[in-house]
Each structure stands twice: as C-alpha cells, then as structure tokens.
C-alpha cells in the first residue's frame, strides 16, 4: 500500500477510534494493510503501580493492530476478537513501545494474527497472538459503524491487493441453506450408505392347512423304516441274565425244587 493509502487508513482509524479505549490509550497506526499493520503506544499513563507497561495495555495494542488487519482482509464484514494469548519477555518504563502484527491465517470465517511488540531499543517486549471471527453483523448489542466510520470496513486497496480479490458477501438473510462454496456433494461412505427396505418374506409353501397333523398322515415315501423305529423297552424275562439274577434272590423256602416239606 502506498503512502496515500496508508494515511486514508490511518484517518478512519482516527475516526472510529475516537472516545474508545485504544483512542484514550494513544495508539497510533503507522502502517496498515491485511498482511501487515503497524502501531505505536506510550508507556506513560498505561503503567501499573510499579511504574512499568502493564500487561494489559500490550494485550491492548496487539488486539488493535490484529483487529484492524482482520478489518482489511474482509471488507464489508465484522471482525471480532475470540482469542488473544500474551508473553511478556521483559518491562518498559518510559517513551514508545511498537507493534508489528503479521498474517498467519486469513480465511473466510477466522483470521490469526502474530503480534510482536519492542521498546525503542528494539528488544521484544511482549509477543501475542490474536484470533479473530469475521461474521455478517455486529454480535450482541454493539452498534454497527457510523456513515463516516464504515469507510474502514469497506475499503479495499488500490493495487488490487488480497483484500480486492475477495468476492461480495451476501448479507446472512440472501444465504439459503447449501447454497455456499463448500457443500459439494461428497461421495457417500460404503458404511454408512442406506440399503433399500428389505421386501417381506413370502409365504412357506407349506401353509398350516396342508402341514400333516400327525404321522400317519405322511406319505408312505415319508414314513419312517423299521430300521429307524425305536422299539419298547424289554423286560427282565426277555434278558436271560436278568431272569436268573431275579430267581437267585428269591428265598429258599418259595423255590419249588420238589423236595418234601
């Protein structure tokens, strides 16, 4: 981005972030694009007690820098902070701290941003890293940008950069379900693929009005062989060994071997 476009950004930044926190915490911007945005801050009047940066204004300047990367990477769109995370590497106690943010991640939906901030001796103050959510309104009870101000969500850069590349959002009313760039219809998975309901079984043959209700109802080819009949149980008289096991236990007395008395 050129020098004129570097300061068109810089005044509507000026512009929405007039009586708001990075406005009251004197955060500059130096240079903005969507890949990279620059910013500066002064330690005095955003210390803690023991007279040094607090951790928090850092969180606020990267937050700032990230934020307004996002901005111009979805013109047209909301950015929203979702997730920051913050090291700070040493203290600073006087003059300006500045900030440099980089895009690590620019999509439709989230955008991540890596912020590095030194003192003016250029040793690394804090590093963060922020995450924002690009969304179609503003969430909550937030009022959306002014006339004046929404010339920083719309701009795009002269020189066709990635901002200018990207296509006209839809407003979330004109969105119809499986209307997006990514529901293509994939391939179904053998395993979870719907068979066709099953026909019912047919009839047996063999209905319950023909089924024979007994044996002697069977065709003489199906009546079982002698061979396969089981015979009834035999008694002791038709085994030998059994009829004289019986006779050797009766007594002496009722045996009628012929003797007298």
């Keep these: 981005m050129g020098e004129d476009s570097d300061q068109?950004?810089?005044?509507?930044?000026?512009?929405?972030?007039?009586?708001?926190?990075?406005?009251?915490?004197?955060?500059?911007?130096?240079?903005?694009?969507?890949?990279?945005?620059?910013?500066?801050?002064?330690?005095?009047?955003?210390?803690?007690?023991?007279?040094?940066?607090?951790?928090?204004?850092?969180?606020?300047?990267?937050?700032?820098?990230?934020?307004?990367?996002?901005?111009?990477?979805?013109?047209?769109?909301?950015?929203?902070?979702?997730?920051?995370?913050?090291?700070?590497?040493?203290?600073?106690?006087?003059?300006?701290?500045?900030?440099?943010?980089?895009?690590?991640?620019?999509?439709?939906?989230?955008?991540?941003?890596?912020?590095?901030?030194t003192d003016e001796q250029g040793r690394?103050?804090?590093?963060?890293?922020l995450t924002c959510l690009l969304r179609d309104a503003v969430p909550g009870e937030g009022k959306p940008l002014g006339a004046q101000q929404l010339h920083l969500r719309t701009y795009r850069p002269a020189g066709g950069g990635p901002s200018a590349r990207q296509s006209p959002v839809r407003p979330a009313a004109a969105r119809t379900p499986g209307s997006g760039p990514n529901t293509r219809?994939?391939?179904?998975?053998?395993?979870?693929?719907?068979?066709?309901a099953r026909p019912p079984p047919s009839a047996s043959p063999r209905s319950s009005a023909t089924r024979p209700s007994s044996?002697?109802?069977?065709?003489?080819?199906?009546?079982?062989?002698?061979?396969?009949?089981?015979?009834?149980?035999?008694?002791?008289?038709?085994y030998p060994s059994a009829a004289i096991a019986t006779r050797a236990s009766r007594p002496l007395a009722s045996r009628n071997c012929g003797c007298p008395g």
């Design 185 to 196: 219809q994939r391939p179904e998975h053998p395993a979870t693929r719907r068979h066709p």
């Design 124 to 129: 690394r103050v804090c590093t963060s890293r």
């Design 8 to 117: 068109r950004v810089r005044d509507a930044y000026d512009l929405a972030s007039a009586d708001t926190l990075p406005g009251r915490m004197g955060i500059k911007i130096l240079e903005a694009s969507s890949q990279r945005v620059v910013g500066t801050m002064p330690v005095a009047g955003n210390t803690q007690p023991y007279g040094l940066l607090h951790g928090g204004a850092s969180c606020v300047l990267a937050e700032t820098l990230g934020s307004l990367g996002s901005a111009l990477h979805a013109p047209g769109r909301v950015t929203v902070g979702i997730e920051i995370s913050a090291t700070h590497h040493r203290g600073a106690a006087a003059g300006l701290v500045t900030g440099v943010a980089t895009l690590l991640h620019g999509g439709r939906t989230l955008t991540t941003y890596d912020i590095a901030i």
């Design 215 to 238: 044996i002697t109802q069977l065709s003489p080819a199906t009546q079982p062989s002698p061979a396969t009949q089981r015979s009834p149980p035999r008694t002791a008289t038709q």
